[in-house]
């Protein structure tokens, strides 16, 4: 079954600190992964957009990592402000008619 | 500036009545794209449109509908059909090639009294 974990559900962590988000799928075949920012009670934004011979990929202060051996992707936040505080959602298009599939998404809180 | 414009941003259905959702793109986007965010949840997708006059089921279809008269807009219904009709609904538009990945709009949060 296609299917996009993602971990932790939630996170909490001080303002200028480091952290790393983690995804795990098992989409096959594999066309492009993607991450999104979601605001409380906005639509998502894309942050990046992988394809199979992609490992990095950066924006500004987010750094998306691929490993398509493991099936698995990291989005890493460095030097966190306020603002990051957010939902983090990993989406893997791919599978037989290759749809979109969801993470359930990180929950990002950012305290001063 | 170009984008994608979702109205209302809160709505309450009584039992019974059906409601109709609102999305509007400035993008010259030709896909356009619903979808349901419950909770703890992946997006899911209720309909999808790659060409005007012409749309497809997505995972969630029953109890909405949807038309694409226009390549701008793409209203979702919310029939009495559907019976938890409470999530909050994002609209979404790309390109065919989805280069640069799904522009969404700011949602519609749909609660039933």
């Known amino acids: 079954k296609n299917q996009v974990e993602q971990s932790p559900q939630s996170l909490i962590i001080l303002e200028g600190k480091n952290c790393t988000l983690q995804c795990n799928y098992t989409v096959s075949p594999f066309s492009n992964l993607r991450w999104y920012k979601q605001d409380t009670g906005r639509g998502p934004v894309s942050l990046t957009i992988?394809?199979?011979s992609e490992n990095t990929k950066s924006n500004g202060r987010y750094t998306a990592t691929l490993d398509a051996d493991t099936k698995q992707s990291s989005l890493h936040i460095t030097a966190s402000q306020l603002s990051d505080s957010a939902s983090y959602i990993c989406?893997?298009?791919?599978?037989?008619?290759?749809?979109?599939?969801w993470g359930a998404g990180t929950k990002l809180i950012i305290k001063p | 500036d170009g984008g994608i414009t979702q109205s209302p941003k809160y709505l309450f259905r009584k039992e019974g009545q059906n409601v109709t959702l609102s999305c509007e793109q400035n993008l010259n986007h030709d896909a356009m794209y619903w979808y349901r965010q419950d909770p703890g949840q992946g997006l899911r997708l209720i309909y999808y449109s790659q060409i005007v006059n012409d749309f497809q089921k997505g995972d969630i279809a029953e109890g909405y509908s949807v038309s694409r008269e226009k390549k701008e807009s793409f209203p979702l219904t919310v029939t009495s059909a559907q019976k938890n009709p409470t999530a909050f609904y994002l609209c979404?538009?790309?390109?065919?090639?989805?280069?640069?990945?799904?522009?969404f709009g700011s949602g519609t949060r749909l609660t039933v009294v």
């Open positions: 989406v893997v298009s791919g599978g037989s008619n290759y749809q979109l599939i």
């Open positions: 992988m394809t199979f």
């Open positions: 979404a538009s790309s390109t065919q090639s989805e280069v640069g990945g799904y522009t």
